[in-house]
């Protein structure tokens, strides 16, 4: 996600012209179209959402310098504010799409296939993770995200959003635990 | 986030479908169709105006406060006068007679509150029950004015047949009493009032008196005619008949006196109780005249927290000694932009900068520098950076406390506190702290940042940054170092460095000679070296890095029996769930024979690879090369006869080096 001296460029004459906004449109629009869908599971409402979140970013983009923060990153966290403002403000439930494998990595279970039991045991322990905790899991281990770019999107150092994961995985294998007992 | 729903699989879209939500043409309609940024948005996102802005606002505020602090001066006393509504002292008169002394530090509500009415009504009750009503009666007294006064009724008896002259004693006679009464107020005794007490007492902090005591009670409630009856008694006629009377009625009229003295000191008693009832009246009346000065200020001192008061600006103040000043008794109402107090000050706030010699105290929130010979005291928020001599004191500090003793902060602390002795934060702290003996945070929340003690450094939150003391380090979480001679921490996932590290567990690196965690690393090893035999060690630590104690026997070597004590420092490295590696470094003095012979140096030092298999659970096995460098008087044979190196500087002390190799079991 690396901000290229190409893309500087677009920005610039973006900001300068809206027409020009167009090369980053296409460049980004797969990505932030897909961070929304994962959480919208509607293909058609997170289309409407990307737009509206393209439709921010320009608005914005004279705003926007380039300290270090990749363009694309920006979008993301963009879509990342407007979708949890979304699910906020109407209450909405929020799907959280994964595979089963996510979940295993997650638990560090060594059985390819969760049972049941334990699959519903891992689900409500996630269900007590705060919105950004999830975010973050979400992220990393649902999207496949690396660090690098998770810190990007939610502005904070690598490191900080290795611990954070860390610890956030920590509490959720105790409660996972904690889960499966009562289970 | 309750409303979660999980999905698995989702339904996968390829490039064509997300390319065919693609529209830029329709967002560049909604773009150009879209209202601009409103104009607040564009303005609170312009530096230019947002400087401009605020420069232009600190002159006006200045300009105000200026404009403020003198017009409030000037009316500042004018301002006290509506505030309890002094009355007119001529009015304040229970009785409308020459003889009669007023409530002279009282107020108006007496007279309006019906104590007149009341008293007026009493003195006829007692006229009646005296006996005195009669002319003779009356002739009686005017033939001894002298006996009235001693006992107290100086002011009283003039109905009728009382000549001019006769009336003329007995009102200088009253005004004499007044005047005493008026000049001893709370000493003196009279016959009305054996025993004077204080009934009811206001006395308000930095306020003028206002005493209202049973004898001036006394003295205003007594018995007096009226003016009308008194004109009745200077008919000339009846005075001859009085003069004549006079004489028979004399020892009469001592004893009726006597009874009615008894009679009026019983109902001045009982009227006292009634006014000290009607005073508490008063009293609340004057709570509610003194309303958001003093009143509320007692209030407000307990409960600076929820002080509600808005305060005034003033730009500049300056005090004595609370309250002479130039805000005066006033000063908690307003905040200054500049205050210098020559000794102490007492002010609502301050926007800019305080000065004082002694104590700085600030009713509400201090922006800016407060500097203070001995203490500053900020019941609010103190933003900026307080300076004192002895003690700085806020509820919640942004910036930089600096004090020769002592720093407390209620609230949390955002910036530093530097104190000589002891910095205290009841709640967060971001910054850091440093104490010449300690540094105390009490609160369950974080600590970001530094806590820098001559003694100790307590933090009963997370401490995410480092603790550096002389003598101990005690935090409830670690992330970060703990540097000093003894090092607690119940969970540390940082750096521990001290003689003693303790910790509960132990997740980060604990340094020092002893480390013991209960959570942590602890393993006992039996092995063997190339240099002594029979040897077992206690690792304690944390994997990252651990204390090796050693101890060792070689039986019957060429020269006897060799004794061996370790210490080292290791880290233990998990390649998989099987195997590990240990890298450690270990020093060892040698003995022989006798077990604690320390004459001499015979010192073998060792840096050693140990890689090893993890048997089973609990139990390791590991191999490994070490390098050996033996530090050894000539006194002492060499450990080792296959040394790869051997250097001797010409004393006695040589330096034997050579590779060895060291196998062990490790347990738990």
Known sequence: MAITNNESELIEAAKKNPQHFRALYEKYFKDVYLFIYRRLDDEHDAADFAQQVFLKAMQHLKYYEDRGLPFGAWLIRIASNEVNQYFRDRKKERTVSMELTDLNEILDENDSHLIQERREAALKAIKKLNAEELELIEMRFFEKRSFAEVAEIKGMTENNAKVKVHRILERLRKQFLIEAKAA | MKKIKFKFHQKPLNETQINSFKNFDSLMTAFVAAPKPSLQYRLTHNRFFIYTTGIMSGIILTTIATFLIFNTENNQVSQFQNAINLPNISEVSVVNSNSVSSFSDSNSEFKSSGTEKKLQ???????????????????????????????????????????????????????????????????????????????????????????????????????????????????????????????????????????????????????SKNITDESKDSYQWMRTKLNGVFANRFHDKRQSGNDTITLQNHAAQVSFLYPVGSNGIFSGKYSNVFSFN???????????????????????????????????????????????????????????????????????VKGTQIGGLVNYALDSINGAQIGGIANVSTTSHSINGIQIGGIANLSLGKMNGSQISGIVNVANKVNGFQISLINIGEKVSGMQIGLINIADTMKGVPIGLISISRNGLFKVDLFSNDFSYINTSVRLGSNAFYNIFSIGVS????????????????????????????????????????????????????????????????????AGPSFNVEVIDDSFNSASKAHVFKEHGGGTTGVNGWIGWTIGLQFF
């Open chain 2, 121 to 271: 009504k009493e003195n006829s009750s007692l006229e009646k029950k005296s006996g005195l009503e009669s002319e003779s009666d009356m002739d009686s007294f005017k033939k001894n004015p002298e006996k009235k006064k001693t006992n107290g009724l100086s002011k009283s008896f003039s109905k009728e047949n009382l000549i001019g002259k006769q009336k003329e004693e007995i009102s200088t006679v009253g005004n004499e009493i007044a005047s005493e009464k008026s000049e001893s107020n709370f000493e003196h005794t009279n016959q009305f009032n054996p025993q004077p007490t204080i009934t009811e007492s206001l006395i308000l902090d930095d306020y003028p008196a206002v005493i209202i005591s049973q004898d001036s009670i006394a003295t205003n409630c007594t018995w007096t005619p009226s003016e009308s009856i008194t004109q009745d008694f200077l008919n000339k006629e009846q005075n001859k008949q009085m003069e004549e009377s006079i004489g028979q009625l004399e020892d009469t009229s001592k004893k009726k006196l006597s009874e009615v003295t008894s009679q009026v000191e019983n109902k001045v008693v009982e009227i």
């Open chain 2, 342 to 412: 020559i000794l102490s000050g007492y002010n609502g706030g301050v926007n800019g900068f305080e000065l004082g010699g002694l104590v700085n105290i600030v009713r509400k929130n201090m922006n800016g520098l407060q500097i203070g010979g001995l203490t500053n005291v900020v019941f609010g928020n103190a933003n900026g950076l307080q300076l004192g001599g002895l003690v700085n004191h806020a509820r919640s500090m942004n910036g930089a406390q600096i004090g020769g003793l002592v720093n407390t902060s209620l609230g949390s």
């Open chain 2, 555 to 622: 039986p019957n070597t060429q020269f006897g029996n060799r004794y061996s004590f370790g210490y080292g420092i290791g880290s233990h490295i998990s390649l998989s769930k099987k195997f590990f590696t240990n890298i450690e470094v270990a020093s060892w003095s040698v003995h022989y024979n006798k077990f604690a012979e320390w004459n001499g140096i015979n010192m073998i030092n060792q840096l050693r690879l140990l890689p090893g298999w993890q048997i089973a659970e609990g139990i390791g096995l590991y």
